[in-house]
């Protein structure tokens, strides 16, 4: 009677580990999915980033070129 406790109470603390494992996994999976969201989320905001800061030195040159051809074509009329 004694062996058949052993080998319920064996398999009850096997199924227990087994199911702490599986938990164990589970929360890594999440953990890992919620991770890449952020670096995504991060990718995401470096190029926004990336662009505006090309938007604003595209403008900004512009900006100079036609300051300078001002200032040009003054030099030239005077």
Known sequence: MTG???AASMT???QSDYQ???TIGTQMMA???KQ???RWQIQ???QTKIFEIQQDT????AKTQDKMFGKWDEYIKS
């Open 4 to 6: 058949m406790a052993n």
């Open 36 to 38: 890449q969201m952020r």
């Open 12 to 14: 009850q603390m096997i």
């Open 58 to 61: 595209t403008v900004n040159k």
């Open 31 to 33: 953990d890992n999915q």
């Open 20 to 22: 702490q494992a599986q």
């Open 44 to 46: 995401q905001d470096t």
